[in-house]
């Protein structure tokens, strides 16, 4: 017993699974209690045992096992996760219990199958079951028979279907076993039962004992129709319902359910169709047209032998049908004709909808033959004809009946009436629209009045049915013209009329819920059994969905339903009442007062007109409340409205009351049954009220309310003739707003534009600005549905008016109508008259279009006018032209009906004068825009035709034969083009010209359409003669149109029909197939708006009525048409059959709610890695094709069987793109939670999302496209790489859809490419897409192109593979692109390359040819000129690319040397470009516009690797920015000693190592670092570095950022490599700034950015937390310091005075940082004394003065901290005390003194000192002057002035006074003669500054040498003596502005001195714009300094073509020390000569 004690103390669960079966059994039983003891279906007590149920029922012990399966039993019946176990588990009670010798095991099993199907897992038991069949145990083929009998039995046949047991029961007849056989026939009676005679045929072929037997049982059974006896847990309520119902003794329900269940199975679809074609005797088409009789008729009887199977497969039957229609219309023997007429039948029947594409040919010969008198043959004919029917619509052969109506021969006629008679039986009301029934009835009307009696009676016949269909408001219009004699003999005929549907409710419902396939019988069963008139004939399935649609729908639309069986259809029954209504007579007032008084409180009555306004207010609201409570039956909407209208009515006074007032009418509007008449009373007070304020609202409510009630066209009418009748515009411009509004609402439809066209041009001619705009915005609301053709009515409006109504057009251009909201649910019956032919796309629009007012022109066509066109004198013939021109020009819009126009232009086309063809094809162009659609009906006679012109020799004639054909196609269509033999007659013809013309426009059109006719197919021979015709330019259109016909029609049509082709020809066509199938498009998809139509898509989508439930509307038009395309994929029928079920909306959701919990993908370990391993071993298919097989689909399914939850799996691969949305959105939702999972099985996941860009459903490809994007941005948080495997099986699917026409698509495509760079190399993504180029798609190509440009843009050269010169050499192959976009994308491409690599892309690209060449440099020059443009463009584009990647992406990148090179250049050239854009606008430059903003984070944030877009620049307040100035280099020059040797092998090197410093690699950095430290240390090296300190100091303040930014970041790196990499930076700086000639070469922008940098380094509170950290912040401050006190002062203290700026205008900055700003500049302050002399004070007082600016006194009082204002006043007053009055002298470079802040500033501290300390000044300025005493000085200058000022102002001695000002200046530079002019006018002051100028020329160009050059204060000109060491100002020594013609005069002189030519300054910019600016670089950023070398690269060259200067000449030596920037600009020209030299 140890063993036992053992086992007992396991847990349940265990011991289930136990070796002994004793356990096993123990365990059973405990889990049987506990699944009976668990409440709660949900528990998660049931999960435990999920994989144990299987073990239940398999148990080897037959003991163990009963126990078992009852508790599985339990276990299925109340857990909730019992159908995740649904296969196994059935199929393990298949093999392991079934065979069972115990009954009560047996029993078990079935119970637990039909358990299983009790929990909605029908479909897996049955197919288990299915399976079972199969085994070669009989005892379990019985026990699966009997399983699926029993369940049959109790579910019924909804539940369980039938076709695929059906499909086997013949196989099951013939078995050996006779218990096989016994069952099968019990079986085969249950099946009968619930299908009755749909049975027969299937089982027509089994032993006839068998079926005599199964006959005697069938006899047996009730008649009855049953019900299932047991429901899916769904329908539970169901049931409830159903016992109540039989307790109550009511069979209503269950008589009503046939109607459900019996049309369920056709018996065409349980049935195998039979392959003819290839069964057709051998002679078959030699025999039909041998000479003797017998002959043809053994042929025939061949035949029908062949089409008396009931279901044919589909095949290319066109010959046949030809032969068969040859012997109708032809054979002289009668016999032959019926014969050949019964094989059509047969044809028609077996192939249903497949045949229809015959139809077309084979109706007006059958029509014609009907000339026959023999009953028999008159008999087969008309069992063809309505065979024939049944199989294509009647608007297909509609035209072809209606041309043989005509014919003379009554019986001809009399059996065309009657075959019409017997079609209309078959439609319904919407699939006889008005526009068909108009013509029909046209003509039946003609032969109502005919001579034979039988024609008559027949013509009554068909208008009586036609009657009975669509009810006599649809007829009556056509019939107004018929007398009242015949009128009743239509109607006596319409009540005999037996319609094919059955009761008249199935019509109602046929309407409401279906919108079956036109002119298809909706019953499918009826036309199954075609003998539908059969009384025993069950009744067909939409009887019942009315009913059902119940819930679903408002009741307004359930009960005529419901009531059909009383008067006429339901619909019928509505319409009556509108009828009535519309004509309800208007009541007299009494009456009215009368029925009000009955319905409304008596006071209520009595108030109406009191005078007290509250009286009638409080009235009105009783009036309200009591029409709020009314029925709608019993509100007397007429009376009430009258009480409304009664004194005071509309002139009611009181808004209050008549806003009450205006809401009751729209509330009786809305809640009664409002009339027409009843509208009449209130619009007019309506209109009137509508411009009112306050009113004008309730006004316009109460008017839609109308509106709905009584339809917008009529109330639209009313209201506009009201209010135009009126003559206040307001009111005029309110209606035309509420009408624009109203449209939107209501839809277009039935809307008079006419009528409204009238009104509108009257307000468009209203004086009033507020009605023309309104008509306006109206006449903008009507083009959305109207189209452009609306802008004819206004071409004679005034230019003025025109351009408004233009620009209103343009914004309506490209948007869609909206979805109408209101009116829909009354009117969708009348609505659904206007749908046409469901399979074209309905667009509001061209009902909007037949609405247009069109002129009849017949008349103006005489005869006088056909014999001018006519004429043999071309010039008569040309006047007749002209005159048909001119009319169709008059008339704008024309009827269809033109006359003789047509034969006559038919014959000027093929006019021998060129001239007259071309004028022909102009008026045939006219003829279609005029005459719109209806063009169609003379597309044969006159549109082919044209195609005839298509072969004319002469180029022109072709062309504008090809405009004409597209404008016809556009109005008509392609269907009537392809329709027929026409198409392939012209090809047949050999005219290379016609033949290559027509299949490019072929290969144009075709793919644009959704389907086409199948006549296609005629024209596949003549297409393969194309292929192989002598003309090169054919063959080429033959192959491009090629997959275009495939697409349409498949490659096996297309493979079949190379059969007749010569065995050479035919490899050669079909290896020509193999290619095209490669690139066969997709088809195009049905446009968005189509997806609210049901699944099988008959009706147009704007006429569906709300209230139609999804499902049943989808089974209803899957049933009645079977898709082709879904029927392939299996289980499709059995989807639809259960979407028939009522319930089924909560069955389906219960079901998901079942499945769908838990996770959606299961991450199995190394399951991608082992996957992967099996595709290199090749163990699994390569996911490599051009479109998408089988086998890859079955491949894909079973691997994520695997990882993919089973529900999501079964939506992944259903055959309906709705699911394949609902997949993605949950994918979408799970994205986030799963990502393991996403990641485990990403492979797949992309490999399925290829598959979907196959798909053609638009919807699916935006929603995977989105799931993309977001995917991608997940991997990339994720840091996830690509493999290799997922990359080859995605990339090239992705960038298929790059060429997606659609521009949405394409742009999301890009931004998944974009995204794509973040998880997988560029250089790697880089092939595939070189790869996208080659496509024949021009849009991917040119796509591709622009994503390699961006790819090289962003990741530099590096990128491109295999080499950059390969890949270039393939980019510019596409220069030479037939396509403009291919071509321009090619070009940019090579531009970008050549932005980022310069000339070096011509050596890469290689030779061109000359035209290449030439478009490449012009597009290089262009671009060049214009960059602004592109760099915004970038950042629009491409904002994902500036993420940074982290440092372990695997981007491959060549040396980090490429990476700071590439970066340095795209500062360059955002440098570049910003100096362009600031040049011409000094203001411009005080805000830098974003987009040219460097982001330095942003390029050091990517370590490693460089990902640059327009750099965001940091926002610096810079004064101005200009093209850098081209100073004329002096002859003489003196070249550093080293520099010859170093520049040749020194200078690239120490540029490769300063790239390296800004390394993201912290080793890198170091080395670099090192290096150069060696460098500065040795003194004889340290020059080499002179020139590259700006880089320097650019790369080292990146590499601080970098640092601050990313390193300190990152937790992964040590901090001591960071501490290392700071102390070499601080290092090298100290180095570098103890060397004072390379410090003082440090720009000003430089400078601030590396101050910058610094001080955000001292403040970084984590470098204090390091071990070394102090030690870092010491040794900052110690380079601080050096940085002050060794660069340049000028530039230092510049730079610190933007920094301070920008902090302080930076909120984010933090206080501490302005502070050690600020510090510094103290420190500055204190070494003034020291270096006042060699700084330039201009360019500080510049500086001083735009921070002023920008903090004016006030702002800068209102800081938080007083430092700033204290730090700049004592930076003034220091330099006032060391200068004195003579700063007021370099106040030069700004540009309005006046109101600088600054000046006044500078002159009160001037005054303040001298008040305290006299003239100290004087004693520092005058050198040999006599002072003045200090106590008199004030004085005496005073009086001096003052005796001046008096010479001035007097007449005389004006002159002589400003002369003794001038010298007085000269002399005291210093004296102050402000307060002189202050007192003075403005006149007086600027007289004596322009007198003081004037002197100032004269005595300057007299001579006197100026002190300095004028072009830069900060440059001196060696060459020229000079008496002071530092520049003098721009301007004169007072301060003063300087004319420009006399520097110009210096300059002159000065170029003379050095040597220089004065003719050459056309390279530089006009001197007056210089010298009106700033010369000197004001502080840009640090990229100022690169700008201006690149730029001097460029330049430098022309430069030195012209000044043949001589680098070895050495230069004086008393050479001074220069500016920073004179400095550089000067070194680069010695490098530059350097290397020119060097290259000579």
């Known amino acids: ?288 047209e041998a000479k003797k009789w017998q002959e043809r008729k053994e042929a025939l009887e061949a035949v029908e032998v062949l089409v008396k199977n009931p279901k044919l497969e589909a095949g290319d039957y066109a010959d046949l049908v030809k032969a068969l229609k040859k012997v109708v219309g032809k054979d002289t023997n009668v016999m032959l004709v019926a ?198 004939a069950p009744k067909p399935g939409p009887l019942k969905k009315a009913p059902a649609a119940k819930p679903g729908g408002p009741p307004k639309k359930g009960k005529p339903a419901a009531q059909g069986g009383t008067g006429g259809t339901g619909t019928k029954s509505k319409k009556a009442v509108e009828t009535k209504e519309m004509v309800e007579p208007e009541l007299s007032i009494e009456v009215c007062e009368e029925k009000a008084s009955a319905v409304l409180p008596a006071t209520c009555i009595q108030l109406l007109d009191s005078s007290n306004w509250k009286e009638r207010l409080a009235c009105m609201e009783e009036f309200q409340k009591a029409v709020e409570l009314m029925d709608r039956t019993e509100m007397p909407c007429q009376a009430l409205v009258r009480m409304l209208a009664k004194k005071p009515g509309w002139k009611e006074t009181n808004f209050q009351v008549m806003q009450m007032k205006l809401h009751i009418v729209a509330l009786i509007a809305q809640k009664g049954n409002f009339s027409k008449t009843s509208a009449q009373i209130v619009l007019d007070g309506l209109v009137d009220k509508i411009g009112d304020v306050k009113c004008g609202n309730n006004a316009k409510e109460a008017m839609t309310a109308i509106a709905e009630a009584c339809v917008l066209p009529w109330t639209a009418e009313q209201v506009m003739s009201m209010a135009f009748s009126q003559k ?122 037949d609405l247009l007012p069109r002129t009849e022109i017949s008349d103006k066509i005489t005869s006088e006018l056909v014999s001018k066109i006519g004429d043999k004198n071309w010039k008569i013939r040309k006047e007749g032209l002209d005159e048909v021109a001119a009319i169709i020009n008059e008339a ?209 989508a704007k006429f569906q009525p709300a209230s139609a439930p999804a499902e049943d509307s989808v089974s209803g038009t899957l049933d009645s048409k079977p898709d082709p395309k879904k029927a392939k994929a299996l289980g499709v029928s059995s989807k639809t059959k259960t979407a028939q079920g009522k319930k089924v ?55 994520m069987s695997s990882c993919v939850a089973k529900w999501l799996q079964d939506e992944m691969f259903h055959s309906d793109f709705q699911h394949h949305n609902k997949a993605l959105a949950v994918m979408v939702d799970h994205l986030e939670s799963e990502k393991e999972g996403v990641i485990g099985c990403l492979d797949l996941i992309l490999k399925w999302v290829t598959l979907r860009f196959f798909d053609t459903n638009t919807s699916v490809l935006m929603k995977t496209l989105e799931y993309l994007k977001l995917l991608f941005t997940l991997l990339s948080d994720e840091e996830y790489h690509l493999t290799e495997n997922e990359a080859s099986s995605f990339i090239p699917y992705l960038i298929l859809k790059v060429g997606e026409p659609k521009d949405v698509i394409r742009k999301d495509v890009r931004a998944i490419l974009n995204r794509m760079c973040l998880v997988y190399p560029a250089s790697k993504m880089f092939p595939f897409i070189m790869e996208g180029t080659k496509s024949k798609n021009s849009k991917q190509r040119a796509e591709c192109l622009e994503e390699l440009g961006c790819l090289v843009e962003s990741y530099g050269m590096n990128v491109c593979q295999p080499t950059p010169g390969k890949a270039l050499k393939e980019i510019a192959i596409h220069i030479g692109d037939r396509d403009n976009a291919v071509r321009n994308a090619a070009l940019n491409t090579i531009v970008t390359v050549y932005n980022v690599h310069g000339d070096q892309v011509f050596k890469l690209i290689g030779t061109l040819s000359e035209k290449d060449m030439s478009m490449l440099e012009e597009r290089i020059k262009r671009s060049a000129k214009r960059p602004s443009a592109a760099p915004v463009k970038q950042v629009e584009e491409k904002p994902q690319r500036t993420q940074s990647i982290s440092s372990n992406s695997n981007m491959l990148r060549k040396g980090p040397a490429e990476d700071m090179a590439s970066k340095l250049k795209i500062m360059y050239r955002t440098y570049r470009i910003q100096a362009r854009s600031m040049s011409g606008h000094p203001e411009a430059a005080q805000m830098v516009r974003r987009e040219f903003q460097l982001d330095l984070d942003e390029i050091e944030n990517d370590s490693g690797t460089v990902r640059c877009e327009m750099p965001e620049l940091v926002q610096h307040k810079l004064d101005d920015i200009f093209e850098p100035v081209l100073i004329p280099e002096p002859k003489i020059r003196a070249v550093s000693p080293h520099f010859d040797d170093m520049h040749s092998n020194t200078a690239s090197t120490i540029n490769f190592i300063i790239s390296q410093v800004a390394s993201g690699d912290i080793n890198t950095s170091i080395q670099a670092l090192t290096q150069i430290d060696e460098v500065l240390r040795q003194e004889d090296k340290a020059e080499a570095m002179s020139g590259h300190i700006d880089q320097f100091l650019i790369a080292t303040f990146m590499q601080l950022r970098l640092i601050y930014n990313t390193h300190m970041a990152d937790e992964k790196l040590e901090k001591d490599e960071i501490i290392k990499l700071y102390s070499c930076i601080i290092g090298n700086m100290i180095s570098l700034f103890q060397i004072e000639s390379l410090a003082r070469e440090a720009s000003t922008g430089v400078l601030k950015d590396l101050m910058h940098g610094l001080i955000t380094l001292m403040l970084d509170s984590r470098i204090e937390d390091l071990e070394e950290g102090q030690q870092v912040v010491r040794s900052v401050n110690l380079l601080v310091v050096k940085v002050l006190e060794k660069s340049d002062q000028t530039n230092i203290l510049s730079a610190l005075l933007v920094l301070l700026q920008d902090s302080l205008l930076a909120t984010a900055s933090s206080p501490k940082f302005s502070e050690l700003v600020m510090k510094c500049l103290w420190r500055m302050v204190r070494l003034l004394p020291d270096t006042i002399n060699s700084i330039n004070l201009d360019r500080i007082l510049l500086d001083i003065h735009i921070f002023m600016k920008v903090f004016p006194k006030e702002k800068l009082k209102q800081c938080k901290s007083e430092f700033p204002i204290r730090t700049l006043k004592t930076l003034l007053h220091t330099l006032c005390k060391l200068k004195g009055p003579k700063i007021l002298d370099h106040l030069t470079m700004i540009d309005n003194k006046n109101e600088s802040e600054l000046e006044a500033h500078l002159c009160r501290m001037m005054k303040h000192s001298m008040d305290q300390t006299g003239s100290k000044s004087d004693k520092e300025t005058e050198k040999g002057a006599s002072r003045i005493d200090e106590k008199s000085s004030k004085a005496k200058v005073n009086d001096f002035l003052a005796e001046i000022f008096k010479k001035i102002g007097s007449k005389e001695n004006t002159k002589e006074g400003l002369a003794e000002l001038y010298e007085y200046k000269k002399k005291y530079s210093d004296a102050d003669i402000e307060p002189f002019l202050k007192n003075s006018s403005q006149f007086f002051q600027s007289y004596v500054e322009r007198g003081l100028r004037v002197i100032e020329m004269e005595r300057e160009g007299k001579g006197r040498l100026p002190t300095s050059a004028g072009i830069s204060p900060q440059m001196e000109v060696p060459c020229v003596p000079t008496t002071t060491s530092t520049a003098s100002s721009l301007g004169n020594t007072n301060g003063e502005e300087v004319g420009p013609s006399v520097y110009l005069e210096r300059l002159k002189i000065l170029r003379q001195r050095c040597g220089l030519d004065n003719t050459k300054q056309d390279d530089r910019p006009p001197l007056t714009s210089l010298l009106s600016k700033p010369a000197v670089p004001t502080v840009a950023s640090s990229t100022d300094m690169l700008h201006s070398k690149l730029s001097q690269l460029r330049e430098s060259r022309e430069q030195h073509q012209h000044s043949d200067l001589d680098s070895n000449q050495t230069r004086s030596s008393g050479a001074t020390t220069t500016s920073s920037s004179t400095a550089n600009i000067d070194d680069l020209k010695k490098r530059l000569e350097r290397i020119k030299s060097s290259r000579k």
């Not at 039962?193 to 009730?222: F, G, H, S």
């Not at 008259?833 to 399979?839: R, V, Y």
């Not at 232009?905 to 209806?934: E, F, H, W, Y």
């Not at 219960?1150 to 499945?1155: A, I, P, R, S, T």
């Open 728 to 849: 206040n515009p307001k009111n005029q411009s309110e209606t035309l707003n509420w009408l624009s509004n109203a449209i939107k609402e209501f839809g277009f439809s039935g809307l008079n534009v006419k009528a409204f066209i009238s009104n509108v041009k009257t307000a468009l001619a209203a004086t009033n600005p507020a009605v023309r705009t309104s008509a306006i915005t109206l006449l903008g609301v009507m083009y959305l549905y109207v189209g452009p053709s609306l802008r004819m009515f206004f071409e004679d409006e005034k230019p003025a008016l025109l351009s408004q109504i233009d620009a209103e057009f343009e914004k309506m251009q490209g948007q869609n109508p909206p979805a109408p909201t209101r009116g829909i649910s009354k009117h969708s019956t009348s609505g659904t008259d206007e749908g046409e032919d469901g399979d074209e796309p309905d667009d509001g629009g061209s009902d909007a279009v």
């Open 892 to 1100: 704008k819009f024309i009827q269809p009906n033109i006359g003789e126009l047509p034969t006559a232009l038919k014959g000027r086309l093929n006019d021998s004068n060129k001239i007259l063809v071309q004028q022909t094809l102009t008026i045939l162009q006219q003829l279609a825009v005029a005459m719109g659609p209806n063009i169609k009906q003379h597309v044969k006679n006159l549109g082919i035709p044209v195609i005839t012109v298509l072969g004319d020799s002469k180029n022109n004639v072709r062309s504008a034969a090809l405009a004409t054909v597209n404008a016809w196609a556009e109005q008509t269509g392609m269907k009537e083009w392809l329709e027929g033999e026409d198409l392939s007659e012209e090809l047949k013809k050999e005219n290379p010209f016609l033949r290559q013309e027509l299949l490019g426009w072929l290969a144009e059109k075709l793919p644009t359409l959704r389907s086409t006719p199948t006549d296609l197919i005629l024209c596949v021979p003549q297409l393969y003669s194309c292929l192989e015709d002598r003309n090169g330019d054919v063959r080429k259109k033959a192959q491009d149109a090629l997959p275009f016909f495939m697409m349409h029609l498949g490659y096996e049509k297309m493979a079949k029909a190379t059969g007749k082709l010569k065995p050479t020809s035919k490899d050669q066509v079909l290896a020509m197939l193999e290619k095209a199938k490669a690139n066969m498009p997709a088809k195009p998809t049905a446009p968005a708006k189509a997806t609210s139509r049901p699944v099988g898509g008959s009706a147009p």
């Open 1 to 288: 017993m140890g063993d036992d004690s053992e086992w007992m103390k396991l847990p349940v669960d265990q011991k289930c699974e136990h070796k002994l079966w004793k356990a096993r059994l123990s365990g059973y039983e405990e889990a049987l209690k506990i699944f009976q003891k668990i409440k709660d279906e949900k528990s998660p007590e049931w999960s435990k045992f999920l994989g144990l149920i299987k073990k239940f029922v398999t148990d080897s012990n037959a003991v163990v096992q009963l126990k078992g399966l009852e508790a599985a039993l339990v276990y299925v019946e109340n857990a909730h996760v019992a159908g995740k176990t649904t296969g196994e588990v059935v199929s393990g009670v298949v093999s392991k219990v079934f065979n069972q010798p115990k009954a009560k095991a047996k029993e078990l099993g079935m119970e637990i199958c039909l358990m299983y199907i009790e929990i909605e897992k029908g479909e897996a038991v049955q197919e288990e079951l299915l399976k079972g069949l199969d085994n070669k145990n009989p005892k379990i083929v019985v026990a699966c028979i009997e399983t699926l009998r029993k369940a049959l039995s109790e579910f019924g046949s909804k539940i369980i279907l039938l076709k695929p047991i059906i499909k086997v029961l013949p196989k099951l007849f013939e078995s050996r076993e006779k218990a096989v056989r016994d069952e099968a026939k019990l079986i085969a009676v249950e099946i009968y039962r619930w299908i009755r005679d749909a049975l027969r045929p299937p089982l027509q072929n089994i032993n006839p004992v068998q079926l005599k037997e199964l006959e005697e049982e069938w006899v047996k059974l009730p008649t009855g129709a049953p019900r299932p006896a047991r429901f899916l847990r769904s329908q539970q309520e169901l049931e409830a319902k159903l016992e109540q119902q039989q307790s109550a003794g009511g069979d209503a329900e269950g008589g009503g359910d046939d109607g459900d269940e019996v049309p369920q199975i056709d018996a065409y679809e349980l049935l195998e169709a039979v392959e003819i074609l290839s069964k057709l005797p051998k002679d078959f088409y030699d025999k039909i």
């Open 339 to 536: 014969l050949a007429a019964k094989c059509l039948t047969g044809l028609a029947v077996g192939l249903r909808k497949k045949f229809g594409q015959y139809a077309g040919h084979v109706v007006p010969t059958i029509l014609e033959k009907f000339k026959e008198k023999k009953p028999q043959v008159v008999q087969a004919l008309q069992e063809a004809i309505d065979a024939i029917f049944l199989t294509t619509t009647l608007q297909n052969i509609s035209e072809d009946v209606l041309a043989v109506m005509d014919n003379k021969n009554p019986t001809i006629k009399q059996q065309t009436s009657l075959f019409i008679a017997r079609s209309f039986r078959h439609c319904t009301a919407s699939t006889l629209p008005k526009s068909l029934l108009k013509p029909f009835c046209a003509a039946l009307l003609k032969h109502i009045n005919d001579s034979a009696p039988e024609v008559r009676d027949a013509a009554f016949e068909a208008l009586g049915t036609a009657l009975k269909v669509v009810g006599e408001k649809a007829v009556n219009p056509f019939l107004a013209d018929v007398d009242k004699l015949k009128l009743d003999k239509i109607k006596e005929c319409s009540e005999k009329v037996e319609l094919v549907h059955g009761k008249k409710a199935g019509l109602a419902a046929d309407k409401k819920d279906f919108k079956p396939v036109p002119g298809r019988a909706a019953a499918s069963g009826a036309a199954g059994d075609k003998d539908t008139k059969d009384a025993s």
């Open 1145 to 1199: 909306p909560s069955k389906t959701s219960l079901k998901e709610d079942d499945d769908k919990s838990g996770p959606i993908f299961i991450v199995v370990p190394n399951g991608k890695e082992q996957r992967m391993k099996d595709e290199k071993g090749l163990k699994v298919l390569k996911w490599n094709f051009t479109t998408p097989r089988d086998e890859y689909i079955e491949q894909l399914k079973t691997q």
